[in-house]
């Protein structure tokens, strides 16, 4: 998901220059590190604090009844890799899936690698000399010293496989963020070397989302026609600021697969805070997801002018698509989940909205992310499985 580094109509006074404070914590930094594992995260007790008595599985989305033989399944190797190893133990997999903060990692491993939450996923340091001087970002988890970010500090991210049917996937969350780790664009590296080192026939990404417009709900699920550049701050005079990328063709029987007793055993809890009691999946040509530069979300004034160019925003997958467009061989999906909606700001009180669209997604983004991991997982059965 995504905030804006400045405000829309003075660019000299970015809105998160002020101290963090427990009226106004750091949203972006607690959205981007909450462990739905850790129980005493700062993102509970400062933005939803009911969340601190429930138990880590409570925390994380419900089993589903996967079809019979068809259910993700861990495949840990036989002994742990070490952290300067490369990737290419797994060349030849079928897909990578790749996803962006702790929340959504935790939330896609509950479902696909139950037993193997993201505590116990593998580091990948390798070369990562290479990324040192890329990665000048002083708001980047790769250059975070405090002890909470241990396993990100000089980290590309963690990683496990597993298989879907017969399909070798193998799961990655990113260490690395497009819009927080400076211009040198390492995430644009680091998505070229995993594909030169796995080799996979199939990248998605996937993970949360801010909801644009009324008409996507809290827990809606984005499978994207294309992904577009809304870069308006930082990488506002670059060639792709404004560039879309159109994905891969859905395998036929993608969409049939996620079906109802799939999706509705976590948007039970999701309707509690107003999402659909079935989420529904944006799918059409020209759905969109709208990659900013800059931390943003979508609210009833249109602050940040998203309203019209896509179903929800977040901070990484057009740059996905920039990359995939050279390797056109590699099917590409962008899958996200509406974790937040447009959040009513009567007031015209962004930092408020900023504040709630916070709090709604530590509620209730790890159940969000249940549909658009089940999106992930029809998608890839449907392509290697049928």
């Keep these: 998901m995504t905030t804006h580094p400045h405000d829309a109509a003075s660019h000299a006074h970015p809105p998160h220059a002020a101290p963090p404070n427990a009226s106004h914590p750091d949203v972006e930094r607690l959205r981007l590190t909450y462990d739905p594992e850790q129980p005493h995260h700062p993102a509970i007790h400062a933005l939803a604090p009911e969340m601190a008595a429930k138990s880590t599985s409570e925390r994380l989305p419900k089993p589903v009844p996967w079809p ?6 861990a495949a840990p190797l036989p002994h742990p890799p070490a952290e300067t190893d490369d990737l290419t133990r797994f060349e030849g997999y079928d897909a990578i899936v790749m996803t962006w903060t702790s929340a959504e990692a935790a939330a896609l491993a509950a479902l ?10 593998y580091e990948d340091r390798h070369d990562i000399a290479k990324y040192v001087p890329l990665v000048t970002g002083d708001r980047a988890p790769f250059n975070d010293t405090s002890s909470e970010m241990a396993r990100y500090y000089h980290s590309l991210g963690l990683y496990f496989p597993c298989r879907i049917g017969k399909a070798k996937v193998l799961l990655f969350k990113s260490g690395l963020h497009l819009d927080y780790d400076g211009p040198k664009l390492p995430l644009q590296t680091l998505v070229a070397d995993l594909l030169a080192q796995v080799k996979p026939k199939m990248l998605i990404t996937t993970g949360t989302g801010g909801g644009i417009g009324k008409q996507t709900a809290l827990g809606d699920v984005v499978i994207a026609g294309r992904t577009r550049f809304d870069c308006t701050t930082q990488f506002k005079s670059e060639p792709f600021a404004s560039a879309s990328y159109a994905t891969s063709p859905l395998p036929n029987g993608a969409l049939a697969a996620i079906t109802p007793a799939l999706t509705r055993v976590n948007a039970a809890y999701v309707h509690t805070g107003g999402g659909r009691t079935e989420p529904k999946i944006w799918s059409a040509s020209d759905d969109a997801i709208v990659t900013t530069d800059f931390f943003g979300f979508d609210d009833s004034t249109d602050y940040y002018k998203l309203q019209g160019k896509g179903q929800v925003c977040d901070m990484g997958d057009a740059m996905i698509g920039l990359v995939l467009h050279g390797h ?13 909606p447009q959040i009513p700001n009567p007031n015209h009180d962004i930092a408020a909205a900023k504040q709630q669209a916070g709090a709604i997604y530590v509620k209730y983004g790890a159940f969000t992310t249940a549909a658009s991991a089940i999106a992930t997982w029809a998608v890839i059965d449907a392509a290697f499985n049928h």
């Design 328 to 340: 056109p061989s590699v099917q590409w999906h962008a899958i996200r989940n509406a974790s937040d």
């Design 68 to 73: 019979t033989g068809a259910a993700p399944t």
């Design 112 to 121: 696909f690698t139950p037993d193997y939450l993201p505590s116990t996923w």
